[in-house]
């Protein structure tokens, strides 16, 4: 595949080196002449030396005939900028761009970037997973749906222990998809009964995670 | 009408002075603090200093959410371009003005439907008029 990336920054970097390992042919657009220099002195001649955002360089990177462009700078709106030059000046069938303020994810989504790579929450999510007694995880971000699918522990002290699963009473929109326990996996069924240390994997609206946080684990 | 304004410059500086602003409430975010102190004493004008990089919740803090207008006319185009994007995609603004200096910008989100500013364009097109006559 060819594929265009946007900007050198140190993310950039290891993904031109990983895409390039698993073969597929690689460009990298990158404003700064000395880190074009490094990439080059590392990479081989893959990085040509201009602005992202600009249509000119664009083409001479060969962005009309690129499978995929990643804009990966270190800022959301040139990433956006370069995204849309991209699917609209060059008809790029994938554009996929990485963002810091996860506030930002819908507008991207809705100016049509195919994939949004939100480096806060990737950060979140696995400083999440090794926080002790914080037992909510974000397990993906169901794009198109705007849910969110979590992982959530019940604590020993929550109320919904030696409740059945019927009983509890879920936010709007949300419900559960599996219940793993110590025994084992489980289908969510209205008899199932909750234990302590169960994971509840389940479906919540993206930003209402919290609430269904607070019916399982709550006193 | 409440009027929200990115950037804090001579642009933003002579619309609060001009008499057609007269009857506007105005509020400017900016991470220039000298030129947010000059309009400290305007009773009109609210300013909140933002950090660098914008985050989108600054933009809620100005009051997006119920403002009339939304300017971007910072110094930085890529700035304004995302801010105004979302003012008109994501709150749903009236009126949404983003300054750009760059003509291939300028063309690229003419197209796309954003109202684009141009003050060196502007400047030039006068300049050629003045000599003209």
């Known amino acids: 595949m060819y594929i265009l990336v946007i900007g050198c920054s140190e993310v950039g970097y290891h993904l031109t080196k990983a895409l390039l390992a698993s073969g597929h ?20 001649s ?15 990177a060969g962005a009309n005939r690129a499978d995929v462009v990643i804009a990966a700078t270190d800022r959301d709106e040139i990433n956006l900028v370069a995204c849309q030059m991209a699917k609209h000046v060059f008809q790029t069938g994938r554009t996929m761009a990485l963002i810091k303020d996860p506030k930002n994810e819908p507008i991207f989504q809705i100016l049509g970037v195919d994939v949004v790579v939100n480096s806060t929450h990737l950060v979140l999510e696995s400083l999440e997973e090794r926080i002790p007694g914080r037992p909510l995880l974000r397990l993906m971000n169901l794009r198109s749906s705007s849910m969110e699918l979590v992982s959530i522990t019940i604590p020993e002290d929550a109320g ?3 409740r059945r699963l019927g009983e509890v009473e879920l936010p709007p929109r949300s ?18 009964l909750l234990d302590a240390e169960d994971e509840i994997i389940a479906v919540t609206p993206s930003g209402g995670e919290q609430t269904l946080y607070d019916i399982l684990t709550g006193i | 009408m409440r009027i929200l304004i990115l950037g804090c410059g001579p642009l933003t500086t002579l619309l609060l002075a001009s008499p057609d602003s007269a009857d506007h409430q105005f509020t400017i975010l900016s991470g220039d603090m000298d030129c947010l102190d000059d309009l400290a004493d305007e009773p009109r004008v609210i300013t909140l200093l933002t950090p660098e990089p914008l985050m989108q919740d600054y933009l809620q803090l100005g009051g997006i959410d119920n403002a009339d ?3 971007a006319l910072s110094e930085d185009e ?13 709150f749903n603004v009236g009126k949404v003005v983003c300054r750009l200096e760059n003509p291939q910008l300028q063309q690229f989100y003419t197209e796309l439907e954003l109202e684009v500013v141009n003050p060196t364009l502007d400047l030039l097109q006068d300049l050629n008029r003045a000599l003209q006559g």
Request: with cysteine.
């Open chain 2, 78 to 90: 890529y700035e304004n371009i995302l801010t105004s994007q979302i003012a008109k995609h994501i």
């Open chain 1, 175 to 192: 419900f559960i998809s599996l219940v793993v326990k110590s025994s084992g996996v489980e289908r969510p069924s209205g008899d199932l």
């Open chain 1, 46 to 60: 893959v990085a040509l030396q201009g602005d992202g955002t600009d249509q000119i360089t664009l083409k001479l």
């Open chain 1, 160 to 162: 919904v222990v030696g």
């Open chain 2, 69 to 71: 207008a939304f300017l």
């Open chain 1, 25 to 44: 042919e690689v460009v990298v657009v990158e404003k700064s002449p000395a880190r074009c220099d490094l990439l080059t002195e590392e990479l081989g």
